[in-house]
């Protein structure tokens, strides 16, 4: 049998996201440190086998940083022997506090959606995490279908 976390099961929709990344996640409680997470799909749903995380992000979203996040997409891109437009990058944001969605995600969500989201072609989603549930903020513009 063949767990839905297996990265050749593929991720064909926003629900089945949302629930890789609750799988992929340690939902056991609040996170230590504030982290932005990133995993890659490829145009069939199945995952790179690559998840990094980046840790002690601020409140804040930094665009510097955000920017770069361009041509380390661009890198497994080239890594995995596609065009970067061919990769799909998931983001999320493990951070203690509580559940749901404030004004700081909504502002990663804008910072995301105005620096990564369509430069060179790039695809890119959101999710919030706070350690006991995994929400969409920036959902996948658009499925591809199979």
């Known amino acids: 049998m063949t767990s ?3 990265p050749s099961v593929p991720v064909t929709d926003d629900a089945a996201l949302t629930e890789r990344w609750r799988g992929l996640l340690d939902l056991g409680g609040s996170p230590s440190r504030r982290s932005l997470v990133l995993a890659w799909l490829r145009r069939d749903g199945t995952m790179a086998p ?3 995380p980046v840790d002690d992000v601020p409140v804040e979203p930094d ?3 955000l920017g770069h996040l361009v041509e380390m997409h661009s890198a497994v891109a080239e890594a995995e022997h596609v065009e970067p437009a061919e990769l799909h ?3 999320c944001l493990e951070r203690r506090g509580p559940a749901g ?3 700081d995600h909504h502002a990663w969500a804008t910072a995301v959606e105005a620096i990564l989201r369509g430069r060179d072609g790039l695809d890119c989603s959101l999710h919030i995490a706070d350690g006991r549930d995994c929400v969409p903020v920036l959902p996948r513009p658009s499925w591809p279908v199979s």
């Open 4 to 6: 839905s976390l297996h």
């Open 63 to 65: 665009r510097v940083a």
């Open 50 to 52: 690559l998840l990094i």
């Open 101 to 103: 969605v404030g004004p």
């Open 89 to 91: 990058l998931a983001l």
